[in-house]
């Protein structure tokens, strides 16, 4: 096997310096596959070299990988179905598409687009028409090298889109798309030796070296977070992108949020409307996950009073920025709110919950259902139903049942007057916007 790697090493660097229109002769299959596992076992220290100065890069401060698409599309990734299709879009799709694109023409029988060009020359003479067949041909011996290389760069290049523009972007462009030159020289090389479809098995199998197989690690770990104290218990893990329920509940003794997103669990803990919270990675943020928070101090006293929920949303809070790995920026801007007031606080009292246990606040297409919720929360509930600043100012710290549609904004106004004695009065306010940074 040595030999065999050695001498695709002394081909292949043969094959870079003057490249050449000349497929090998036949060989069989074995000895095409020791030639693929060979250009691997090659690719894979280059690879490492350039991953590394990447990442040197990445610590000088000059590169930041969480630009690319594709490590943002990593991170949203959280079951194993979704992880079967994005292995399949990357390992099957996505390397049969890029090799027909471009690799396919670097046999100059398969460059459909030169034969078009050259049949459309017919239409001006059958002596011109050889005659440009003839100059095509001249050039696609003699300039091979460029038009080999041409794809090879061309390849790399695509891979800058995967990036979000930046200065540091382009002036780095020619290590960030280093790796994709060196896979498209390799894949170059074999298909004009062997055929397209080792080209692609090449292809396909570096992707499955260096992006499924970490990918496959990162599903299977850190997915969850348990955190233990003598005062409280927390479980953090990844739930599925589209559930059918979603759950979100205080209690003395728990805080549960089942299939919520990130970003409404953020604002719960802010004690912020979702309207008002941003950040510079909405898919992350945006991700489903569940919480299930224990107070094992609740277990001392059963007078709700002596629950500090302050303290239970900071612990919270705290972990989830060290297991996310964000920080809160906060800045003032004006914003139009509509302020929700009391106008018969007689209507009103007859909201009134009864129990002082449970709290649900449920956002649906159509309507928000609050039971024994604050008005914090169902103003919090009004303005992600209705897509608008809504401000509790009913200046009541008792906890109240309502149902609201949110599908027309007037007909809402009117129910809020009529069933619940509540008003919307529209002004404009400096808001305090907080952006979440990861």
């Not at 989830?320 to 302020?339: H, T």
Request: charged share 20%; aromatic share 14%.
């Amino acid at each position: 096997m040595f030999y065999f790697l050695k001498a695709t090493y002394l081909d292949l660097l043969s094959f870079l310096k003057t490249p050449a229109d000349q497929p090998d002769p036949v060989q069989s299959r074995s000895e095409k596959a020791k030639k693929l596992l060979s250009l691997l076992i090659i690719n894979i220290p280059i690879m490492v070299i350039l991953m590394g100065v990447l990442s040197g890069l990445e610590a000088l401060g000059l590169f930041k990988p969480e630009t690319n698409i594709m490590t943002k599309l990593l991170k949203t990734i959280s079951t194993w179905p979704s992880i079967f299709i994005l292995i399949f879009v990357l390992v099957i799709l996505i390397p049969f598409l890029e090799e027909l694109i471009f690799r396919l023409y670097l046999r100059y029988k398969y460059n459909y687009l030169a034969h078009f060009f050259i049949f459309m020359t017919s239409i001006a003479g059958v002596k011109f028409h050889k005659k440009t067949e003839a100059r095509v041909n001249h050039f696609w011996v003699k300039r091979y090298k460029i038009v080999f290389y041409f794809s090879a760069v061309l390849f790399g290049l695509v891979h800058l889109s995967n990036y979000e523009y930046s200065i540091l972007v382009i002036l780095f462009s020619p290590l960030i798309v280093a790796p994709q030159f060196v896979v498209g020289l390799f894949c170059g090389y074999l298909r004009v030796r062997h055929g397209l479809v080792w080209g692609y098995f090449m292809h396909a199998m570096h992707n499955a070296i260096f992006l499924c197989i970490p990918l496959i690690f990162m599903a299977s770990s850190n997915k969850n977070l348990t955190n233990e104290t003598d005062t409280y218990s927390l479980k953090i893990e990844e739930s599925i992108p589209r559930p059918l329920q979603s759950i979100s509940y205080f209690r003395i003794d728990s805080v549960v949020f089942k299939n919520v997103t990130l970003k409404s669990i953020l604002a719960e803990l802010l004690s912020k409307d979702e309207m008002l919270l941003k950040s510079n990675d909405e898919p992350f943020i945006n991700k489903m996950i569940i919480l299930k928070y224990k107070n094992k101090l609740a277990k001392k006293t059963s007078d709700k009073k002596d629950i500090d929920y302050p303290l239970i949303r900071k612990n919270i809070l705290d972990q989830l920025s060290k297991w996310y790995d964000f920080k809160i920026k906060n800045e003032i801007n004006p914003q139009e709110v509509w302020e929700l007031y009391v106008e018969d606080s007689t209507l009103f009292a007859k909201s009134i919950a009864d129990s002082a246990l449970t709290n649900t606040v449920n956002t649906s297409f159509s309507e928000v259902s609050a039971t024994n919720a604050s008005m914090w929360g169902v103003a919090k509930g009004l303005t992600g139903g209705c897509k608008k600043f809504i401000i509790d100012k009913t200046s009541t710290k008792k906890r109240h049942t309502l149902k609201l549609q949110t599908n027309d904004f007037e007909a809402l106004q009117k129910q809020l007057i009529t069933e619940y004695g509540l008003t919307l009065k529209q002004t404009t306010k400096e808001l305090e916007f907080t952006t979440i940074e990861f």
